[in-house]
């Protein structure tokens, strides 16, 4: 497979673990190894002319400046050179134990930007090598181009030859690498890195794969896991690690990742701002029971398609034993935890994933997982991928159904990263009331808005700008209207009065006259306060205004500022509860549904939920945040088959004491 492959070396541990693994790797491929070494004498010389005012006056001639700096340059360049030299004879020795061609290699500048210059297009800058033996010279790159030793004069003292800076450097090598193999840390290695300095560096740079070792575990037998997320990238390392799984005769241990998490984060997220007054219009609940059967769910269908494709191409390499899994959460976060569960030898991932945007180094789930993952890490590059190197599979071939203009015009508003799960709910929502005989149906208006009403709120409907034109204007016409009561004045940094009074205007007179404030008057809002309420939607402006003043007056307030608000936000995450307002009408909605369902002969969860746990847990599902909704029924303070709502209000009430 990797049969060119590049190893840095400075004499670490984790460098010499990265040379064993590509030994490993050669003696498989009957490949070769460039061993390199990067030294930057140009840096000595920067820091010796910063010592130059040090020097002993009889130094401090010009000419006499000249020729130290002359002697210092060489002679700098042959101890590095000599240093280097040795570190690859350790590498030569063990190349040579294993039957493994080694080419040596000398490159002069910035480490990283060598490695990355040479690894990526062979143009590393090669220095002419200071009088070594032609014979050891023939080992290495450039090295049939040697450079006179360092020269003694008749009175012992070293010569200051003249050199022409270009000579310096013969030319690049030129060669054409498959893989880069280097150790994770260096000999500055600190306790708390999660990655060398080098290292970090040179994967962002490098376009061909990388190999970045962390341990001594050898691939042979070893068990390979691999992530695959959609995207060409993941299928390359896909690729990868089927081949290597196959050279060395170890198993492959395949996953697919997708965060339902987020969509719950965000709206506990508004409904810790917009309080018990939002719940009622958003019905929180039907907007996460929208996202288990939808959204979740069509997350769900692409795992499973994601790893269908991995096990299509598992089917070239039957002697591979194939394990997958789905996993549900932060991807690198629940992937380092499989990890830890199976213990690989191997971690590949690609440079990039699914949602890789133009001129992005490193993808941010890879580079956590470059970081943290504690074993070692095949990043597969980005050199010869294409969008369309992605395995077909059955569920490729089925066409959507039709969509009439005016259809297609309105789903086209829903946010890009759901509208593909929007359209396939809505064509699933049809083909369910339509059935499969005859020829496929079109998507109208009609059935658009059958879709919507059953699967969104309409205030939600409002919000993703769904719903019609007439009714989002009507909506926000009767928020502005609602706004308008609201008193703006001050700033945040204007000082608070020990009396706070409001004026007051004679309905015959006119006159303006002032008393102190009384808890039935107005809240009157900051500038500052004012302007981060125009962030919220209109549609739900007045919502949020309503559930902030409530907080300042019940805390005593009478100005709200952004102080207030955020202290508002943050009760109510540190509170996570209901009042009891809001707990009746969870209530009766609930009993409603379980009312509704015994009539049917079924349970209280909807069809759609329940078939999609089902399925979940036919898939092998196991890591799922999404808070468990038959416990969570259990649980409720109340026994809603028993009760009455007015003795579930006092239950609530003397639950919430």
Sequence with gaps: MYREIFVPVDNSQHSDWAVDRAIEMCRRSSGRITGNHVYAARLHDVRFRQLETGLPAQFQTPDEIK???KIHDKLIEKGLQLIADSFLDLLGKRCEAAGVPLTRQLLEGINYEEIVNEVNRGAGRLPGLIGFDPNRAAGYDGGDKVRSDVKLGENGRLVAEEEDSAARLVGSSGRQYDLLAIGAHGLGRQQFSQLGGVAARVLRGVEKDVLIVRDQQPLTGGRFLVCVDGSSYSYKAMKSALELANQFGGSLYVCS??????HHVVFHNIKDVLSYQASKVFKFEEQEELHNNIIDKGLLKLCQANLKRAEVMAQQFPDVPL?????IGKPFQVIMQWAEEIKPSLLVIGRHGAHRIEDTELGSQSENLVRLAPCSVLLTGVVGVRPEDIPWIEEDGQAGLPWAPEAEVRILRVPPFAQGIARRAVEEYVLEKVGGAGPPPTVTNKWLDEAIQKLLPTHMQLIMGIGSAEEIALAEVKATEQMKATKVQGHDADPEPLAPEVETKCPVTGAISKRLRLATDPIVWTEEGWQRLQLVPLIARPLARNTVERFARNHGIWRVTTHVMDDNKQAMIEADEFDVDTMMVMFTELRAKQIRAEAEGKDAL??????????????????????????????????????TPEEAKRAVEKLLQ
Excluded at 323 to 327: C, N, Y
Excluded at 616 to 626: E, F, H
């Design 67 to 69: 020729r130290q700096r």
């Design 257 to 262: 990742a997708f965060d339902v998490e987020y």
């Design 323 to 327: 394990k997958t899994q789905i996993l």
């Design 606 to 643: 909807s069809p759609e939920m329940r078939a999609f746990i089902e399925e979940a847990k036919a898939q092998g599902v196991t890591r799922c945040p999404i808070r468990d909704i038959e416990d969570k029924m259990q649980k409720c303070p109340v026994d809603m088959k028993t009760v």
